[in-house]
């Protein structure tokens, strides 16, 4: 591979992105299971950074996962947006931020097909206001969440304490990133970077002071599938995705998996336990797995935040041998605390992959 | 057999704008299947199904309609982004789901009929509680790859939640906030006027039928949908 060639081509694909001023809306499964991303993301913008992000209490789910799980039609799942597109128009605010990649694929469908169906768009106004006696505008922009940390990224590495670097060997940390499908598979010219070349970890991770592991499945979906999740009998093929990414990017020996995706980290985090559950293999040195982390719970740990503030204990994948490689304190006997330090037990060992 | 539509399937799936905006001229390269998730695990072919569906032809729009086929694909779009022609086989496919769930013919197929468990179990979460994934409903016991550390989270919900700042079942802005009834009520009248209710109350209609016609309870028929893998049907070899 020509870094220098690829560079270049990442470079044609920017996208220009408002500095302040978001509605923000979050992610189902993102607040199910990483609770402390969506936290760490709003405790940076607004604390660190000093930006306006606004969340209104009244939004609710896009509906995307329901959708894309077939369950609800086409236009239910475009009157849900539209009714978080009015709540975003009262609330003052044009720019609109969502926590969820399958969200960010929803809306910009949505957007898409009612730029091309000019009809479809009327009638989800007409439902709308049936439904609801609510009017929406169209935000004058949509982010990802993870394009607002893309572009803070510099600003994050001036309060960095942590780099992406071994500080036993010096080097950089060995870096996985994996992009949600639905962040620009669909339409590549709203991601940064496109489909083929996407920036936005990457750029991430650069700015941090890793190195990006090039592997050939790096484009493969983790496996969530929707309803190939859901339902139990249909699991293999979530499992069996996830298990042809490891298989691929294990030679080059990752540190880290970086993602920008609510159900990514899960899949790639809960496989590896299953994997090593079902044939012993664990694609971590010495018997431990490859920690599969939000890019909030990446930023957080080079910014100097406690691990277990960041949520990181709800990994199955254990962080520990991470956060030694750079060199960042943590008390293990807080890791399974709760509120003022009240115990709460502690998870049972896996037979096979190492838990701490 | 009956079933709603009949006759006149070509002319309902072409109606859908994910035909429209997903259905071009497939030069049939087969790209998408190369690329597909699920092609290299289940005897599933993307092209196939754009060919198909380009046809027009009413009686192999019923059997597409009827089989298993449709159902593997887990709309990643990794296709949307290969294809030459600006095909989009993934939304192909989401229309199709649609006309064989309002068709009646998703029944035919062990994989369409497991729609029951996500019609049943998503649409109660957002109608219920406004999230499609809510932690509560998400147990331990039928996840159990959610592994030691998901069975403590499960086991110590709230204080989990209450330690990492989520605002779990309170009132006012924060994760997984509680919902105001007033935001839930708007849901439900959204799914009433766009047809997703009806959509349900069929799906469910259609489960506790079958449950029915096998002498099983509408519990024992969930659990057998939910479990049943004819793996050696479904997989390449």
């Given at each position: 591979?020509?870094?220098?060639g ?5 470079a044609?694909?920017?996208k220009?992105?408002p500095?302040?001023h978001?509605?923000?809306v979050?992610?189902c499964?993102?607040?199910?299971f990483w609770?402390?991303s ?7 913008t607004?604390?660190k950074l ?5 969340e ?9 996962i329901?959708?894309?799980s077939?369950?609800?039609p086409?236009e239910?799942a475009?009157?849900?947006?539209a009714r978080?597109f009015?709540l975003?128009?009262e609330s ?9 990649i399958?969200?960010?694929g929803?809306?910009t469908e949505?957007?898409?097909t009612?730029h091309?169906?000019p ?8 439902y709308l206001w049936d439904?609801?006696k ?8 949509l982010?990802?969440?993870s394009?607002l940390?893309?572009k803070f ?5 001036k309060q960095?304490?942590?780099p992406l670097?071994?500080?036993k ?8 990133e ?7 598979k669909?339409f ?5 970077g ?9 750029g991430?991770?650069e700015a941090w002071?890793?190195?990006v592991?090039?592997?050939?499945e ?6 969530f599938g ?5 339902v139990?009998a249909?699991?293999?093929y979530s499992?069996?995705?996830?298990y042809k ?11 880290l998996i ?5 159900g990514?980290?899960y ?10 559950e079902?044939?012993?293999?664990t694609?971590g040195?010495n018997?431990?797995?490859i ?6 719970e990446v ?6 935040y406690d691990?277990?503030d ?11 041998p991470?956060?030694e490689?750079?060199g960042?304190p ?15 037990g502690q ?8 838990s701490? | 057999?009956?079933y709603r539509?009949k006759?006149?399937?070509v002319e ?7 035909i429209?905006?997903g ?12 690329v597909c998730?699920a092609?290299?695990f289940?005897?599933y ?7 198909i569906v380009s046809r027009k032809?009413e009686?192999d729009l019923e059997?597409l309609?009827?089989?298993d086929?449709?159902w593997y694909c887990?709309?990643c ?11 989009a086989?993934?939304?192909v496919i989401?229309?199709?789901r649609?006309?064989?769930?309002r ?5 035919e197929?062990?994989?369409?009929r497991q729609q029951?468990?996500v019609?049943k ?9 406004g999230?499609c994934v809510y932690?509560r409903t998400f147990?331990?016991?039928t996840h ?5 550390v998901?069975k403590?989270v499960c086991?110590h919900l709230?204080d ?5 700042g989520?605002n779990?079942?309170?009132?006012g802005p924060?994760?997984?906030r ?5 935001s839930l009520?708007?849901?439900?009248k959204?799914y009433?006027v766009?047809?997703?209710?009806e959509l349900m109350?069929q799906?469910l209609n259609?489960a506790?039928?079958e449950?029915v ?9 969930f659990?057998?949908v939910?479990t049943?893998?004819n793996?050696?049907?479904h997989?390449n070899?």
């Amino acid at each position: 591979m020509i870094i220098e060639g690829k560079q270049k081509i990442w470079a044609d694909y920017q996208k220009d992105i408002p500095d302040d001023h978001y509605f923000y809306v979050r992610s189902c499964i993102r607040q199910a299971f990483w609770p402390g991303s969506e936290v760490t993301f709003l405790d940076i913008t607004r604390n660190k950074l000093g930006k306006d992000f606004y969340e209104n209490p009244y939004h609710t789910t896009c509906g995307g996962i329901a959708y894309h799980s077939d369950s609800i039609p086409q236009e239910t799942a475009m009157t849900i947006i539209a009714r978080q597109f009015a709540l975003m128009h009262e609330s003052g605010y044009e720019n609109y931020v969502c926590s969820c990649i399958t969200s960010f694929g929803c809306y910009t469908e949505t957007l898409e097909t009612w730029h091309e169906y000019p009809e479809l768009e009327a009638k989800i106004r007409q439902y709308l206001w049936d439904s609801c006696k609510k009017e929406f505008a169209k935000p004058k922009y949509l982010a990802h969440a993870s394009d607002l940390i893309y572009k803070f990224r510099f600003d994050i590495a001036k309060q960095m304490k942590f780099p992406l670097v071994n500080v036993k060997t010096g080097k950089p940390l060995k870096v996985v990133e994996h992009i949600g499908c639905h962040y620009s598979k669909m339409f590549p010219s709203k991601g940064f970077g496109g489909a083929e070349y996407p920036h936005v970890l990457v750029g991430m991770i650069e700015a941090w002071g890793g190195e990006v592991v090039d592997y050939p499945e790096r484009r493969h979906c983790c496996g969530f599938g929707f309803r190939q999740y859901f339902v139990q009998a249909n699991r293999g093929y979530s499992e069996s995705n996830t298990y042809k990414k490891f298989e691929s990017m294990e030679p080059y020996e990752p540190d880290l998996i970086i993602t920008n995706c609510p159900g990514c980290p899960y899949f790639l985090d809960r496989w590896q336990y299953v994997i090593a559950e079902q044939t012993g293999k664990t694609y971590g040195k010495n018997g431990y797995g490859i920690p599969a982390l939000t890019y909030e719970e990446v930023a957080g740990l080079v910014m100097g935040y406690d691990p277990w503030d960041l949520g990181l204990q709800m990994h199955q994948v254990a962080i520990e041998p991470l956060l030694e490689k750079m060199g960042i304190p943590y008390d293990p006997k807080k890791k399974y605390q709760g509120v003022n330090g009240k115990d709460l037990g502690q998870p049972q060992c896996p037979s096979c992959i190492k838990s701490v | 057999m009956e079933y709603r539509y009949k006759g006149h399937l070509v002319e309902e799936l072409y109606k859908d704008y994910r035909i429209k905006e997903g259905m071009k001229a497939c030069m049939n390269c087969g790209v998408c299947t190369a690329v597909c998730p699920a092609a290299e695990f289940y005897k599933y072919n993307p092209k196939n199904i754009v060919n198909i569906v380009s046809r027009k032809n009413e009686a192999d729009l019923e059997e597409l309609l009827k089989s298993d086929t449709i159902w593997y694909c887990g709309e990643c779009m990794s296709c949307v982004t290969r294809c030459p022609r600006a095909n989009a086989p993934g939304l192909v496919i989401m229309a199709l789901r649609k006309l064989a769930m309002r068709s009646g013919l998703y029944m035919e197929s062990e994989k369409g009929r497991q729609q029951y468990i996500v019609v049943k179990d998503l649409n109660s979460n957002v109608l219920n509680y406004g999230y499609c994934v809510y932690p509560r409903t998400f147990a331990y016991e039928t996840h159990p790859e959610y592994g030691p550390v998901g069975k403590w989270v499960c086991d110590h919900l709230d204080d989990i939640h209450a330690r990492l700042g989520s605002n779990l079942d309170g009132d006012g802005p924060g994760g997984l906030r509680r919902i105001p009834q007033e935001s839930l009520d708007q849901l439900k009248k959204i799914y009433d006027v766009t047809g997703a209710t009806e959509l349900m109350e069929q799906v469910l209609n259609d489960a506790h039928e079958e449950a029915v016609k096998r002498n099983m309870s509408d519990e024992e028929y969930f659990l057998s949908v939910y479990t049943t893998n004819n793996a050696e049907k479904h997989l390449n070899p």
